[in-house]
T-cell receptor, first 118, second 111 residues
């Protein structure tokens, strides 16, 4: 158990809809990362938040947005869903930026949310 | 485009054979990490290398960071069925805040 919790585990929805994925980081971790993994594909970095603020942005579509709340949990919002958005969405957390050495930026992944857009 | 490439993309080996995956970055990395994702699972951290030319071992796994800090390798000696999964390298580029994950190598071990 990585200590990172993602809900829901599975999500089935229709094209054009909007969904929210939730992530609770490990206790004490300030950074949250979101990744998308399509079938047989690598990990595509979407966005990172640190202590409530956006820190780095990857290949995140304009239809997607995220935020990190004061209790450090994060939500990834996906709107106007398309068939191609079907994928596994992972959240990861790390101690990055907490004042510890940069070399301690190990990422701990949640079990993921499998999104199916029909 | 993809800036951290791994080869091979897929590898099938007979149980007991050795396996190596290579990770190459177009730019210098401040450090490199390796993760393993079992089928149906999530990536799990294996190890981190920081120094140029660093070599670390974990039982049958040997990890190496290149002298120029642009490439890395993972070698597994005498593979077992428990080694099945996808191995990802990931590195921080100097000055960047996020990890760049490699394309991954999916290992299949035939009993």
């Amino acid at each position: 158990d990585s200590g990172v919790t993602q809900t829901p585990k599975h999500l089935i929805t229709a094209t054009g809809q909007r969904v929210t994925l939730r992530c609770s980081p490990r206790s004490g971790d300030l950074s949250v990362y979101w990744y998308q993994q399509s079938l047989d594909q690598g990990l595509q970095f979407l966005i990172q938040y640190y202590n409530g603020e956006e820190r780095a942005k990857g290949n995140i579509l304009e239809r997607f947005s995220a935020q990190q709340f004061p209790d450090l949990h994060s939500e990834l919002n996906l709107s106007s869903l398309e068939l191609g958005d079907s994928a596994l969405y992972f959240c990861a957390s790390s101690t990055e930026g907490s004042g510890r050495a940069r070399t301690k930026n190990i990422q701990y992944f949640g079990a993921g949310t499998r999104l199916s857009v029909l | 485009g993809q800036q951290v490439m791994q080869i091979p993309q897929y590898q099938h080996v007979q149980e007991g054979e050795d396996f190596t995956t290579y990770c190459n970055s177009s730019t210098t990395l401040s450090n490199i990490q390796w993760y393993k994702q079992r089928p149906g699972g999530h990536p799990v951290f294996l190890i981190q290398l920081v120094k140029s030319g660093e070599v670390k071992k974990q039982k049958r796994l040997t990890f190496q960071f290149g002298e120029a800090k642009k490439n890395s390798s993972l070698h597994i000696t005498a593979t077992q069925t428990t080694d099945v999964g996808t191995y990802f390298c990931a590195g921080f580029k100097t000055g960047a805040n996020n990890l760049f994950f490699g394309t991954g190598t999916r290992l299949t071990v035939i009993p």
